[in-house]
């Protein structure tokens, strides 16, 4: 069993991922829908509001609004995307947000720290929270039948309202609770790279005790979160996380192959 | 410059001259983090803990 | 067990709705949209294009740009927002649209006969369709674990294509296949109005063989399609359809009570 | 004015002067409905077969 995170980032080839994932079994697929967010978000004149946390994360101010279009993009057109795709490939693909059977629980996060216009700031009101429950029952249910869940944030919060949770720690979560041995998250990076100008400067093999380090040295924008979303795989027993590519032919054979960056 | 005294510890904290709401200080003498929550009435609370997650 | 279907008409109280629908067991809820996908679909520049069927009903035109957008307006924000409201009531709710798990499958229309500008015309490319199959092994799987299903078009061809079809018809094979005792459509307006302007005018009570009669008199626009949904529920073993107002409190329980039409 | 052979029963069938592609026509003489498939060139078929049935 294995987990798959594809991001939603411009200028990947939906048709030529699905048509190398068909060929696999016994998964999960995650995915995720930020740049098609901004756009959609933008044209329906609520163009998105990004925070810094203290520590250099940069993630999106969702009030109730903004949760609505991020309803419509990722469990509605990326998420019905995919699942088409993978029904005409032959998969028998399902698809769920985290609210549905409330697959991903947690916490709304009470308040969040952030920096802005060069003050520490307390800001609330924002739906965003931590995964802290996954209902394997309802999948291990899914996939005894033959289903191919194919899932996506929102998750839910304990007392029932959606929260925006990161994709790349929601494929993290996923895998640690079904206990996969191998969670691969696909993006428009072919890895983690030395030097983020050159997608030449792959890293090729990053031990879990050099996570912390590389965080702060070459990791920027979202693959803070790839890198952290690995460090909690592997604390929660996945055996082996891989980053690669999304765009081109056969994406996830070619990382699992050695293309990209292997984390154990 | 306006003080406020800092509920941990009972020191004053001196308050930014342009602090705005939900800023967060820090107590000088015993070092906990403080929210300023409300301006008028001035009114500071100790600043809650999160660890970092964010959203898509 | 019942099916019900909720519009997507403006009014609609969705959280009076969901508190009345919380208090019964074992139903599917289905549901439409097609009053926020106007207004989405126009706010990104795709406004809808309707065409009129040669025996004169109203449809819209769907083309691959306007599918998409009605996958963020029906499987996105409608059913999350449903699905949210009923986790939040406490109801174990799941939200699917016909692609997931091929729960409605059928043909697409290969062409459709309209009048345009008063010829009579073929019409293709238009990714609407019919249902024939309904995934009653999933449904039930789901129900008999806990979850109460929440359904939504689009459908899926046999070819595995997604296809826009009618949520009251939807409704209608849903409760067939489900050998469901009773399927309730709730919209816009109290019930069949003998006098469309006057909603006082509800016909209480329809037979089986007065149906094609009122589809020609009474009823008009999207009315004639629920009474089309009525029939094929009657002809597929559905002992009652009740056609009754969403709007205001406790809609499901006053149409129960018999506030509404009554079809058997 | 433009003729066409009825597909279904061989006879003649006219075309109004302003026809378009895809208008349906019919057959005076056996009643079929026929297509206008496409103006240059001019081609009928039968008129495909579809009960009511719409999305939403």
């Known amino acids: ?24 079994r016994d998964y999960v697929l995650v995915h995720g829908g930020s740049s098609q967010l901004e756009e959609i978000a933008t044209k329906l004149g609520k163009p998105p509001v990004f925070v810094t946390s203290v ?10 609004e903004t949760l609505e279009i991020f309803n419509m993009v990722y469990a509605g057109k990326m998420n019905k995307m995919l699942v088409e795709k993978l029904q005409h490939a032959g998969v028998n693909a399902i698809g769920l947000s985290g609210l549905d059977g409330r697959i991903l ?21 924002d739906l965003s929270g931590i995964i802290e429950r996954v209902n394997t029952q309802l999948l291990k249910l899914l996939l005894d039948h ?32 079904l206990k996969a041995e191998r969670l691969v998250i696909l993006s428009n990076v072919p890895g983690l790279l030395r030097d983020p100008q050159d997608p030449q ?26 890198l952290l979303a690995a460090q909690e795989a592997l604390d929660g027993g996945v055996k082996e996380v891989l980053l690669g ?11 699992l192959q050695g293309m990209g960056t292997r984390i154990c | ?10 020191s004053e904290v001196e308050l930014p001259a342009d602090v705005v709401e939900n800023e967060i200080l820090t107590c000088d003498t015993c070092g906990i983090e403080l929210e300023v929550v409300s301006l008028n009435p001035l009114k500071v609370a ?8 964010w959203g898509e």
Chains 1, 3 share one sequence.
């Open chain 1, 201 to 226: 400067s792959v890293i090729e093999r990053v031990t879990r005790d050099q996570i912390e380090a590389f965080i702060e040295t070459y990791a920027r924008g979202s693959m803070k979160k790839k």
């Open chain 2, 1 to 10: 410059m306006k003080r406020v005294e800092c509920p941990e510890c009972g």
């Open chain 1, 55 to 64: 520590s250099g994360f940069t993630s999106r101010y969702t009030d109730r």
């Open chain 1, 245 to 255: 590519g999304a765009r081109g032919e056969a994406p996830l054979t070619k990382t």
């Open chain 1, 146 to 177: 033959g289903y191919t869940p194919v899932l996506t944030p929102p998750a839910i919060s304990y007392e029932g309202v959606a929260i925006n949770v990161d994709g790349d720690r929601c494929a993290a979560q996923i895998a640690v609770a």
């Open chain 1, 105 to 125: 629980e947690g916490r709304q996060k009470e308040a969040l720290k952030i920096i802005e216009n060069g003050r520490k700031k307390i800001l609330r009101g």
């Open chain 1, 1 to 24: 069993m294995f987990v798959v995170k594809i991001g939603g980032s411009k200028g990947i080839d939906y048709d030529a991922f699905v048509r190398d994932l068909a060929q696999y």
């Open chain 2, 46 to 53: 100790l600043a809650p803990e999160e660890e970092e997650d």
